[in-house]
């Protein structure tokens, strides 16, 4: 027998015992109770097990699937609520970029190529936070990243969108110049 084991208590989290397995090669562990009587054994594949079940819970969670109930097979009002809970902001996102636009709409009126390249700009955006929606949840669901690190994820996801959207804005502008020449705005005439 050994003489000191390696033991863990009725109260140990779930994340400690991940831990403990990934880290001792161990099949299983005893389970002791406050008074250190033994109340049984807690095996590598129980804990595998549980954790799996936790991770597709936060991921059907986030995908809108919430108790195990699809959304569509959800009452409609439910339905709607979940949506609208989503739809809302973005619907003021998108009025903050339409305000960008009306800003510069005396160049775009001078500039007409400028339109053509809008929806490519849009398109690459909603890719991107859709990737970067995509890496986070996936992330979260392997225990890769923690709720209590979104500071941290935010900064640097924030240092990736800067850095991709320059390198993104120079390679379309070089095919913007390319394909339609340097802008050169004309003059616009106010009729009024």
């Not at 991709?164 to 009024?192: D, E, F, Q, T, Y």
Request: glycine share 8%.
């Amino acid at each position: 027998m050994i003489a000191d084991p390696l033991l863990v208590s009725v109260h140990t989290p779930l994340e400690e015992l991940e831990d403990l397995f990934d880290e001792k090669q161990y099949l299983g562990l005893p389970v002791l109770d406050e008074e250190g009587r033994l109340k049984g054994i807690v095996s590598r594949r129980a804990v595998t097990e549980e954790l799996s079940e936790h991770q597709t819970d936060d991921y059907l969670k986030a995908a809108g699937i919430v108790g195990g109930e699809e959304l569509r097979s959800m009452p409609l009002r439910s339905r709607c609520l979940r949506l609208l809970a989503w739809l809302g902001p973005n619907i003021l996102l998108n009025l903050l970029a339409a305000s960008v636009n009306a800003s510069y709409a005396d160049t775009l009126q001078a500039v007409i190529a400028l339109t053509v390249f809008l929806p490519m700009v849009s398109d690459m955006s909603g890719f991107s936070g859709n990737q970067a929606v995509a890496v986070s949840i996936r992330e979260l669901t392997l225990g890769i990243i923690q709720p209590r690190d979104y500071l941290r994820v935010t900064i640097k996801k924030g240092l990736l969108g800067i850095t991709n959207g320059i390198v993104l804005g120079v390679v379309l502008g070089s095919i913007a110049v390319v394909w339609k020449g340097w802008p050169s705005p004309k003059k616009v005439v106010h009729v009024g």
